[in-house]
């Protein structure tokens, strides 16, 4: 059988892969130095001596008596208590996320199925708050914010990261709700849906 016209010739394709190994190669050696880095002590990875004492471990060694310690990780983990933080952050994306996506999915499918030109003037809208920076729509809660004392806490956060992200999610779910056929919904109702 004949070769396909449309192959790439092979020393395009060796080239075009070892540009992209080499790039990701780039990418990559700062995240895992990081990550070496984490598992020597900082006299180590911050030694002026010699730049080998981070990748070896020579007082990492002489301080723990291993070449990789953990050290770092329970500091930050257990003594700064900086599970507490992560914790906190999983809450708030999580609600976040539900949030913005029921009121986002209720919003793009009324808007995406509705005939009125509002749907319009509302999307609108929503981009315009989207094109807004974000600290000048954070800026208007601050002082209600503080005067009710509500600042500093998970549900506030939540509340904000909603606010900012709604049009998006709207902007999103609409556009996907137009490309689902309407005899898509016409077929769901005849068989019960409502």
């Not at 503080?146 to 999103?172: C, D, K, R, S, Y």
Request: hydrophobic content about 50%; charged content about 10%.
């Amino acid at each position: 059988m004949a070769g396909s016209p449309h192959r790439r010739p092979i020393g395009l394709v060796v080239i075009s892969t070892g540009f992209i190994l080499l790039w990701l190669l780039v990418a990559a050696v700062p995240f895992l130095w990081t990550l070496w880095g984490s598992f020597k002590v900082q006299a180590d990875f911050f030694s002026k001596a010699d730049w080998r004492h981070a990748i070896y471990g020579v007082r990492t060694l002489a301080e723990t008596g291993s070449r990789f310690t953990g050290g770092g990780y329970e500091g930050a983990w257990i003594e700064q208590s900086f599970w507490r933080n992560a914790l906190n952050t999983g809450i708030v994306v999580f609600f976040t996320v539900i949030i913005s996506l029921t009121v986002g999915t209720l919003g793009g499918y009324a808007l995406a199925r509705s005939g009125y030109r509002y749907a319009f003037w509302i999307l609108m809208a929503a981009l315009v708050f989207r094109a807004m920076p974000h600290i000048t729509l954070v800026s208007g809660y601050l002082l209600p914010f503080f005067e009710w004392n509500l600042w500093g806490h998970l549900g506030t956060t939540i509340i904000v990261l909603v606010a900012i992200n709604q049009p998006f999610t709207l902007w999103m779910l609409h556009s996907f709700f137009l490309n689902i056929p309407k005899d898509m919904d016409e077929s769901a109702m005849v068989d019960g849906c409502t």
